[in-house]
Every structure is written in C-alpha cells, then in structure tokens.
C-alpha cells in the first residue's frame, strides 16, 4: 500500500478534525433572489446586474433582501488545471467582477454547483473537485452556494454534502450552504451540522394546487412541510423552494396567501420573478415589512399547523415577545366565513399563559386591531385567501 507523506497526513487529519460550517450565518431566514424560476439557462451577466439594479432601487433591499444568486448554467467548463470556468459569451467580465458589482450595491453574492460530475442542466459539476471549486469561489468573493442533487451516481447524500462544507470551510471565506437534494434522503434528520437551509421537497411551479413529475404548486408543497416545524431554527431552515410570486399563474390572493405561509414557515424568502418588470401589486406583496417581520422574527420558530377542516387551516407561529402569528388559510376556490371561540380553541395556541389570560388581535392587512380573545371571531374568506394575526398579551 501506498504510504502518505507526513505532510500530507497532518493535512488530511487537520482538514478532517476541525471542518465544520460556518456558524453564525442566517440566524433568520436568508432573503434574496435567484435566476431560476424565470430565466432557467437563458441566465447572464447583464441580467444579474439588471436585478442588483432593480432590488436596490425598487426598495426590495431596504425591505431585508439581501443576496443575488446566479442558478445553473453560468459554467461552461474547465481549464487544464480543472478550474471551473465560466461562459465568456454570457458572462464576459467574468464572476470575480460580477460578484464585485454585486457587493457594490450593499448585496451579497451566490452562486450553484452540483454534488455529480453534472448539473442538473448538464454543465460541469463538483464531484472530485470540491476543494477547487471552493477555493475559486473564495476567490471570486461568493457569499452563498446552492449546491444541487443531480448525477449524483448513487453518492450518500450526507457524506457528499459534507464532502463540500469541508472544502468551503477549508477555503476560509464564510459562505452560506444551501442544500438542494429535494428532501429525497430526509435532510431535516441530518443536514443541520452541514448546510444553512435545505429543500424539502421537489420543485417547485407557478401554480396554487398542481403536481407533475417534479413541480409542485405552492398548497401541494405546504402540505409537505407540515411535520417539519420542529427540525427548524436560526442558522438551519427548511426549505420548500423559491418564491413564485410575481410568475404567472396565480391570482393576487393565491400570490398573497403564497408568500404569507412562506413567512410562517420561516422558509428563505428567496424571489424567483423578473425584479426590473414587476407590478405594483407585487411589489406589495413580497415587501410587505409587518410580514417579512413575521419570517424574519428572532426567536426563529417554524409555524405549526393547528387545525385542519373542510379545506380551512389554522397555522400557529411563536413570536418573540410572547406573541404569536396565527393564519387562517382557505385552500379551497370557494368563499367561506369561518368562526370560532378564542376561548375553546385559542386555550392550546397559548400554552405559556393562563386560560384566562385574554389577548390582544391585530389584523396585519386590514391593519387595525379586532378586540381580544374574550370574543369569539369570525371572518369571511375568498377562496384561497388569507387572513393574518398577530396576538399580544394585553
């Protein structure tokens, strides 16, 4: 057998016993953009620099959107020595200079690769060459890698994953983690020493209630992450994939009601529409602060599904400050008016209080406060619409 030298031993043992993530990183859920859903492989750097442009100035930014991430198919090859490369064509100053626009507008910098020797679009993946690849993204000053599941060959899931947060840990340059494995292999039970966030599921679609091969609407996707809630919390977030809103595909209220339980989920908020062409209306959605403030909220809890009837649920968030988020979320296309007594069913959402402990409703979108819970409540509801509470002890 083949013996290493000294210096190659200290090097294996040294990578192997103190790699780890970088800690401290997310501790609530990222927020930022990605390629994907609207420009798949017709991705460039005129179009990245475009939505830099466009998250600054439409106030996105200010709201707490943050990262810029370039999806698949940036990466053309690699060079003699294996350095990835970039396409020349799309990207002709190259990802260390775009990167550097990118931080020029207060943003941060992403970037995608794939545990097989592929991406999912069949360009040039990481297999064998994550510690390159990490150090080359080091080098290009990248803040955060979705890291995909295609031609993966069988690989283990979690050794693969791990195999790349070494390398990025080794590289020195703090990089969130997002793992993107679909939830094929249950990363909820593993993934929280190695990556930031992780998908839950498969793809998703602009579409309210629809599933395909590997595209799932948004209600399908939420059903999902009902058992989740518990594996979730700051610096390690389940995610049920990107933001559709602002796509196509769905009404106001479907879009609304889309983003609000991404909120509850305290899911990454990462937008997935042209940011330089959208609506008025979407901007209000996705910059709503009192919402955001719900996802982003520090305490870091995942909303758990209470209740369940007739295609109503009630969805329960802990805040912080001993408040609470509430939901109530029509699935159906059908109005319904919804009621219920605070005081039967309200006495489980509170469970650190007294039974007798009244508090105080706010309803975010209409904006006002609706009494306490001493009263029982009653709401109408459009179909697939949403209605949004926030609780406070009086």
């Not at 940036?74 to 990167?99: H, K, M």
């Not at 559709?244 to 879009?255: A, D, I, P, R, Y």
């Amino acid at each position: 057998m083949k013996k290493l030298s000294l210096p190659v031993v200290i090097l294996f043992l040294s990578i192997n016993l103190f790699a780890q993530k970088f800690e401290d990183l997310v501790m609530t859920p990222p927020m930022g953009w990605n390629s994907w859903n609207k420009f798949g492989c017709d991705v460039s750097e005129s179009i990245i620099k475009r939505m830099a442009d466009a998250m600054v100035q439409s106030g996105m930014a200010k709201a707490g959107y943050q990262y810029i991430i370039i999806d698949d198919c940036w990466q053309i090859g690699r060079d003699a020595e294996g350095n990835i490369l970039a396409d020349s064509l799309r990207f002709p100053s190259g990802i260390g200079a775009l990167a550097e626009y990118v931080h020029s507008k207060g943003l941060k910098f992403g970037i995608y690769s794939c545990v097989g020797d592929k991406t999912c679009a069949g360009r040039p993946g990481s297999r064998g060459h994550e510690y390159q690849d990490a150090l080359m993204y080091a080098s290009w000053g990248v803040d955060y890698l979705k890291y995909d599941f295609c031609f993966h060959e069988k690989l283990n899931a979690e050794s693969a994953y791990q195999t790349m947060r070494d390398a990025l840990y080794a590289a020195k340059r703090p990089v969130v983690f997002s793992i993107c494995e679909w939830g094929s292999n249950q990363p909820w039970l593993w993934a929280k020493d190695i990556g930031n966030l992780w998908r839950t599921t498969k793809d998703i679609y602009p579409c309210t209630n629809c599933d395909g091969d590997f595209k799932s609407g948004w209600l399908n996707i939420l059903e999902e992450q009902v058992p989740l809630w518990k594996y979730a919390g700051p610096g390690h977030w389940n995610d049920p994939d990107m933001l559709e809103v602002g796509n196509g595909g769905m009404n106001f209220l479907e879009s609304r009601s889309h983003f609000v339980m991404w909120c509850m989920l305290a899911a990454p908020l990462i937008l997935g529409n042209d940011l330089s062409t959208m609506s008025q209306e979407t901007l209000s959605i996705l910059s709503n602060e009192e919402v955001i403030g719900i996802n982003q909220d520090t305490l870091g809890k995942q909303a758990y599904r209470y209740l369940t009837n007739e295609g109503v649920d009630i969805w329960v968030k802990p805040l912080s400050g001993q408040r609470y988020a509430i939901t109530i979320l029509n699935k159906t296309k059908n109005s319904t008016t919804y009621e219920f007594s605070w005081k039967w069913w309200g006495k489980c959402f509170f469970a650190d209080s007294p039974e007798d402990e009244p508090y105080e409703i706010y309803n975010v979108f209409e904006k006002k406060k609706l009494g306490t819970t001493e009263n029982n409540f009653e709401a109408k509801l459009q179909g697939r619409d949403v209605i949004l509470l926030i609780m406070s002890k009086m």
